[in-house]
């Protein structure tokens, strides 16, 4: 487990995650995710923070209002965000680490067009380990 640091395209957003070297990452066909290419490393919120740009992030929410997209309003990039399926954790984009060539990323589908199906199993992700 280590922290690994990343950001925004134009660097004023700044966070730092704790992720195991081998990590489950969702990749999602959701309306939004599919549009983006976001990369879902889903961690605890012990395991995240943010270290710059907090002050100058632009929120989008969208059907329900329960995910709360945070977005660099200068360059657009969206490197986290707190997800529905998990909200006492955050979503990182893997995309966005500074480094993640030495991570194991065991990718899997996530059926988000069908969200109500399969959140569940999403749940242990931002649960404290044991």
Request: charged letters at 20%; proline letters at 5%.
């Amino acid at each position: 487990m280590s922290w690994r640091a990343g950001g925004c395209h134009c660097g004023v957003v700044r966070f730092e995650a704790q992720v195991p070297v081998r990590v489950e990452v969702q990749s999602c066909n959701c309306s939004i995710c599919a549009m983006t290419g976001y990369m879902h490393i889903i961690v605890p919120q012990s395991r995240f923070r943010i270290c710059s740009g907090e002050d100058l992030l632009t929120t989008y929410r969208f059907n329900t209002g329960v995910a709360e997209h945070l977005f660099c309003p200068r360059c657009g990039i969206k490197c986290f965000y707190r997800p529905r399926s998990n909200p006492d954790g955050w979503s990182v984009n893997a995309r966005c680490l500074d480094s993640a060539d030495d991570l194991e990323m065991d990718l899997s589908q996530f059926d988000g067009r069908n969200w109500e199906k399969g959140a569940a199993a999403l749940a242990h992700l931002s649960q404290e380990p044991a």
